[in-house]
């Protein structure tokens, strides 16, 4: 049984900072590309970072970048989503998300993911 199961959110003023940890079983981590997404009240999931399978290339959404950085630990099956800087307008639920072994599909799109996490509440505060 795959689980990905995401932690860390929570309730932060405007310019602090949080670490999401997704921890995943049930799959060969080691051998998927991963990706956090968000979604807001109101509003479409969008793409937020992703990391390849053996974390030597990252991507992330302008809107984060310079302030939120993936990584990933093989050897614990985690991946994590450090946040600094936040703003009011990162307020979502964050998911992450194991890409499919034979997808062509761009790191952006949902489409590129077959499992995903139940999500973890983000809240900033201004």
């Known amino acids: 049984q795959v689980q990905l199961v995401e932690s860390g959110g929570g309730l932060v003023q405007a310019g602090g900072s949080l670490r999401l940890s997704c921890a995943v079983s049930g799959l060969t981590f080691s051998r998927r590309d991963m990706a956090w997404f968000r979604q807001a009240p109101g509003k479409e999931r969008e793409f937020v970072a992703a990391?390849?399978?053996?974390?030597?290339?990252?991507y992330s959404t302008d809107s984060v970048t310079g302030r939120f950085t993936i990584s990933r630990d093989n050897a614990k099956n985690t991946v994590y989503l450090q946040m600094n800087s936040l703003k009011p307008e990162d307020t979502a639920v964050y998911y992450c998300?194991?890409?499919?072994?034979?997808?062509?599909?761009?790191?952006?799109?949902?489409?590129?993911?077959?499992?995903w996490g139940q999500g973890t509440q983000v809240t900033v505060s201004s």
């Open positions: 990391v390849t399978w053996n974390g030597g290339t990252t």
């Open positions: 998300a194991a890409a499919d072994l034979f997808s062509s599909s761009s790191f952006g799109s949902p489409r590129k993911y077959d499992y």
